[in-house]
């Protein structure tokens, strides 16, 4: 009999089974069938291989297509993994090949565990129960590159079994096929060699390095494309496109640095989970409806707009179910709420109450008699509130009611019939005890008394509070164990016009009204806002406050709970969509609906501008749970995740008892470092804590009064020294934690400036008129004068013996510093600083005019003039070799200048907050850069970025430490290597791949 199909493919929809049964599908149809088998067996090829693409409900029967497709298939493909067994339709298709073809032509593919887990239990045993062993194909791997290496042979065994021939004799015969198609190639090859014999070996290296020049202009290319998406807010595309880049022996592309820090910044190496920053975007078919977080904060359940239901993981991004839209009597089941309870994914529609779990897999189903007008999904995972409507056909009547489900079961608990005649209205909420719901009612008019009402689940009992206006807005439980209600005018709300906001606050027990209060609210056709209440009590400072917080469309309120006075309001710019509140400071976080997060302070109503977060473009609903925030924008098919995520990949960390403030230094070994801490930097008072690299060891303090921010410096391995602004250089022995003091007077000075010459073997002072240079080594002062002009900055050689003078009006003065006479230099310009470089003939000269001048004292020539804006607080530093010029100006963008080159060699594409240090990794040629809260790390090989740390302090790169820290926490991190990036990638999103549209999209090829 001749079948209509070779083979019928059954698998679960799992990410994994459908990996394989899609190339198995494939292999099979393009198996190619060497000639003399052809003749042997009478066909050319394997025809057809049936393979459902769609997943059935389950409860339902099999498909007629599915059923003429098992009846019209010569064999049964079961892909089986050990979840297999628990698939109802893999099962089902089993059950019916076996009813109508038996069990000869049956294979099995195992994809993942033991045969005995995973192969389903009618493929093991006979119709009488005795065993079997069924042929099967196995194509178990670590990772996709595997399995799809062992598919290669893999369904040559399943295609040898469809078409009745020797596997080993298909094997053989495929590989003379490849044997001679690849004899073939070398041959052509060949030809194409001696035919082209003229072609020189120049030539050919001609093109292979501009075909290398092309790949990493490509890798560049990725790598900005990559850091674009992670900007856009999806770290885990950015991360898939940045390894598209990545040069690896399999891929053979170059290495480039762009995509290796592109790669970094995806994964947020060296985070310390200080920001909330995007994470993740969750893409959907249509616009976003509804969503809802777990407790957790590492799973979501999103609506869209056709109605279809997504399970995301918010671990790694990864949709782990979608179904679509249910059709109940020809109509849509629409959904009207979803949410969490423990690790089941809850959802309501218009007649059914369900539970999920991740994949999909149905726990529970509840359907209410008189079906699901309102749901609301407990926050705390404990019930469902579901309001019903009941139509009497006897008496014609329709009465409503709120019932009461178990979340986790499904199971119902109570019904609580309307006392009212009002109609309960949408908006419900449990109290965190579970012990008691608050329920608004709707009117629809302004005419009919309306009311909120408080179910005691405990006692079966309910209060109705009257209410005034026929909107309710929000009805919330307060932190003290009462609730609050905020309504306003039916008509008011639906025409848009301005209109008081009605607020109450009432015992829970009684339903008394403890004290109310009006808002104005500004009626607009336009507002998209959304008016909630929130509560809390919090303690800061020693003082404990109770506090209640409401908005109207742009202003929010706080008040005091306990009577309701006004503690604070301020105004936003757009519409607020939804606010939050911290437990354990004043701040509320406020979200509105031009996509911004703001932090403001509750006491004074100031916002944090450093803590506003662009969320997205637009922003209406949003909620946080367990530090994970989720946020849905105004037509828009995606969801956003930000995250304050922090690298736990960590070697050391330690809390200090004063909080980073300043600098940081390490000795030349790297097996020290020191941190310039504070907690009354106001008064220029420090504590210099030295840290063991090793082990991240805290093994020695120092308090310096009068300490300059940022300065110390290692002199050798065991000495750190500490200018201040009185004119005292501190010594530190790391060793025997003792100290010494130089000081160039007895007096208490406040000294104008001082510098250290690039060697670091010599401080000056300049105050007023005089001068002090101090040998760093001998530790005492070795030149002093006086000059005929007042110090404003100073700078001093390398052999101590010259220091440059500028007074307050831009005159600058060279000192001899052995005789202290000095002599006025560079008349022509108004000079605002000058630095010195490794080479006592060569300084560098800021001048006002917008210049700065590389000038050679031997030559008397200026060797470089670069147009550069800057002053004293600019940063000006020469490379090793005098070569380099590190430069950053007022513009606030890093640069540097190669001189013999006589042009800029790297520019930094963003403004920085002003550097304080550099540090220079001679081995490798990498530049590490710091200021207050950035440190990033420049090969200077390729000008390329290779890492960025925020909060980073010192780049050891002896030990290959990062040293970050903020506050009092510090933490020393590894530097990750591009193989630790790799595996990083690969334990966070398993196997996922770049889609065709989006290497398309992002430009990959």
């Known amino acids: 009999m001749i079948m209509k199909y070779d083979a019928f493919i059954s698998y679960r929809h799992l990410e994994r089974d459908m990996f394989v049964a899609k190339r198995v599908h494939k292999a099979l149809e393009t198996t190619k069938i060497p000639r003399k088998i052809q003749k042997e067996i009478g066909r050319k090829k394997i025809d057809r291989v049936f393979r459902d693409q769609e997943e059935l409900p389950i409860g339902s029967d099999l498909g007629s297509n599915i059923e003429a497709a098992l009846r019209e298939a010569a064999f049964l493909v079961v892909i089986c993994s050990p979840q297999t067994k628990d698939s109802y339709w893999v099962m089902k298709e089993i059950d019916t090949f076996i009813e109508m073809h038996g069990r000869e032509n049956i294979l099995a593919v195992l994809v993942d565990g033991e045969p005995a887990d995973s192969f389903p239990p009618q493929l093991l045993t006979d119709e009488n129960g005795n065993l079997v062993e069924p042929l099967a194909a196995d194509v178990r791997g670590k990772n996709k590159k595997e399995v799809k290496k062992k598919l290669k042979t893999e369904t040559l065994r399943l295609a040898a079994s469809i078409l009745h021939v020797d596997y080993d004799d298909l094997k053989q015969r495929h590989r003379e096929r490849q044997m001679r198609r690849n004899v073939g190639i070398a041959a052509a090859i060949a030809a194409i060699a001696v035919a082209f014999g003229g072609y020189t070996a120049y030539n050919l290296a001609k093109i292979n390095e501009e075909y ?132 089941i994914a809850v959802v309501a529609s218009d007649n059914y109450l369900r539970g999920y779990n991740d994949q999909g897999e149905l726990q529970y189903e509840y359907a209410p008699e008189d079906g699901i007008t309102f749901a609301k999904v407990d926050d705390f995972g404990k019930y469902v509130a579901i309001k019903s409507s009941h139509y009497d056909e006897e008496t014609y009547e329709i009465s409503d009611f709120i ?14 019939e309307n006392q009212t005649g009002v109609s309960y209205g949408a908006v419900m909420m449990f109290n965190k005890d579970g012990d008691t719901l608050y329920v608004e009612h709707l009117p629809g008019n302004d005419e009919d008394q309306n009311y909120a009402s408080v179910i005691n689940l405990k006692t079966d009992t ?85 506090q209640l917080f409401v908005n109207t469309s742009k202003k929010m309120y706080t008040l005091d709970l306990d009577t309701g006075e006004e503690v604070s309001s301020f105004t936003t710019n757009s519409y607020i969509e939804n606010f939050m509140m911290s437990g354990t400071t004043q701040l509320i976080f406020v979200g509105t609906y031009d996509g911004k997060f703001a932090y403001y302070d509750a006491l004074t109503g100031e916002v944090k501008d450093d803590l506003i977060v662009d969320v997205a473009s637009s922003l209406i609903q949003f909620d946080i749970k367990n530090g994970v925030f989720v946020s849905s924008g105004f037509r828009s098919p995606n969801l956003t995740v930000l995250k304050f995520n922090a690298d736990e990949d960590y070697v050391a960390k330690t809390e200090m008892d004063t909080g980073f403030y300043g600098g940081a230094a390490m000795s030349p070994s790297g097996d020290t470092y020191v941190l310039q801490t504070s907690n009354d930097a106001a008064s ?80 000056a002072y300049g105050d007023d008129k005089e001068f002090y240079v101090i040998d760093t080594q001998a530790r005492k002062i070795i030149y002093s004068g006086e000059v005929d002009f007042n110090f404003w900055n100073i700078a001093v050689s390398n052999d101590g013996r010259t220091v440059y003078g500028i007074d307050v009006y831009g005159k600058a ?193």
Request: net charge negative; charged share 30%.
């Open 212 to 343: 290398q020049q092309k790949l990493v202009n490509e890798a560049r290319v990725i790598a900005s494309n990559s850091l674009d998406i992670l900007d856009d807010g999806d770290a885990k595309t950015a991360a898939l496109v940045a390894m598209e880049g990545i040069g690896t022996e399999e891929n053979g592309r170059p290495y480039v640095t762009d995509p290796v820090f592109a790669l970094s910044q995806a994964l947020g190496t060296y985070n310390l989970g200080l920001n909330l920053e995007h994470d993740l975007k969750l893409s959907h078919d249509v616009n976003i409806s509804d969503f809802a977080i777990n407790e957790d904060g590492n799973r979501v359940i999103s609506v869209d707009n056709n109605n279809k239901i997504y399970i995301w993981n918010l671990d790694n991004g990864e949709c782990t179910f979608k179904k679509p839209v249910d059709v109940v009597e020809e109509e849509d089941d629409r959904i009207r709420a979803v949410g969490f309870a423990g690790d």
């Open 684 to 763: 220029n008072a420090y504590t210099c804590r030295v840290f063991d690299t090793a082990t991240g060891e805290e093994i020695g303090t120092i308090d310096i009064d009068g300490g300059r921010y940022g300065k110390l410096y290692y002199i050798d391995e065991d000495t750190i020294i500490f200018p201040t602004y009185s004119g005292t250089v501190i010594y530190y022995s790391v060793s025997d934690k003792k100290t010494e003091e130089v000081k160039i007077s007895e007096e208490d000075l406040i000294s104008t400036d001082y510098a250290i010459s690039t060697n670091l073997k010599y401080v």
């Open 462 to 546: 309910i209060i109705d509070v009257p209410v005034e206006g026929g909107a309710i807005l929000d009805v919330a439980p307060t932190k003290d164990g009462d609730f609050a209600v905020v309504s306003m005018s039916y008509d008011a709300i639906t025409s848009f016009e301005d209109t008081p906001m009605h607020l109450i606050k009432c015992d829970s027990k009684t339903g008394e009204v403890k004290w109310s209060r009006d808002f104005e609210h500004n009626g607009d056709a336009l507002d998209s806002s959304y008016t909630k209440l929130g509560s809390r009590i919090v303690e800061t400072n020693g003082v404990e406050y109770h």
């Open 813 to 1005: 003065y060279k000192v001899n510093a052995l005789s202290g006479k000095s002599k006025p230099i560079f008349e022509d310009y108004k000079v605002n600083d000058i630095q010195t470089s490794q080479d006592d003939n060569i300084i560098a000269v800021i001048t006002e005019d917008g210049y700065l001048r590389v000038y050679n004292w031997d030559t008397k020539e200026a060797e470089n003039t670069i147009e550069y804006y800057g002053d004293d607080y600019s940063y000006v530093e020469f490379s090793k070799d005098n070569n380099l010029l590190y430069l950053q100006g007022d513009d606030l963008y890093f640069r540097i200048y190669d001189r013999q080159q006589d042009k800029n060699v790297f520019l930094m594409n963003n403004q920085i907050n002003d550097l304080s240090y550099t540090i220079y990794d001679e081995e490798k040629n990498q530049l590490s850069i710091f200021n207050y809260t950035d440190m990033y790390i420049i090969d200077l090989n390729s000008y390329g970025f290779l890492d960025y740390a925020e909060y980073g302090r010192l780049y050891i790169p002896q030990a290959e430490v990062i040293v970050s820290a903020y506050g009092t926490t510090m933490i020393e991190f590894n530097v990750k290597t591009q193989d630790d990036l790799i595996k990083k990638v690969k334990e966070r999103y398993g196997d996922a791949e770049l889609t065709e549209l989006q290497k398309l999209k992002y430009l990959v090829q």
């Open 403 to 416: 019932e009461v489900v178990d979340a986790t079961t499904g199971e119902s608990l109570k019904k609580y």
